[in-house]
């Protein structure tokens, strides 16, 4: 299962701010291996250089403070989500230890 924990920083009359993460279940998503793109030998095997989440069309897309739980750990997006009109959503992410 794949969890987006949405954060938001909301900032009362007062000007204190709090920063509230809403964890929301995405089912159907796919993680997968990214390869690094970078081999100075082309006969070398590719380097896993992190991973690729594909989220359902209907998902909504994260932004730079959101972060993922996908089997107990954490991921945080690499760059900007690619946002595929109607067919899904693809980002690059990284394992967080």
Same mark, same amino acid.
């Given at each position: 299962?794949?969890? =987006? ?6 900032? !009362?009359?007062? #000007?204190?701010?709090?920063? &509230?993460?809403?964890?929301? !279940? &995405? /089912? #159907? ?13 082309? =006969?070398? /095997? ?9 989220? /359902? ?8 403070? !959101? =972060?993922?739980?996908? !089997? ?9 989500? #690619?946002?595929?009109?109607?067919? #899904? ?5 990284? =394992?967080?230890?």
């Amino acid at each position: 299962m794949v969890t =987006h924990v949405q954060v938001t920083t909301i900032t !009362d009359d007062y #000007g204190n701010t709090e920063t &509230v993460e809403t964890p929301v !279940d &995405v /089912p #159907g998503c796919l993680l997968a291996p990214r390869a690094s793109s970078e081999r100075s030998d082309p =006969h070398a /095997p590719a380097v896993i250089s992190g991973s690729q989440l594909y989220m /359902p069309a209907r998902s909504t897309p994260p932004v730079a403070a !959101d =972060h993922f739980l996908i !089997d107990g750990k954490r991921y945080e997006a690499e760059g900007e989500a #690619g946002v595929w009109s109607g067919r #899904g959503i693809e980002v690059a992410v990284k =394992h967080i230890p």
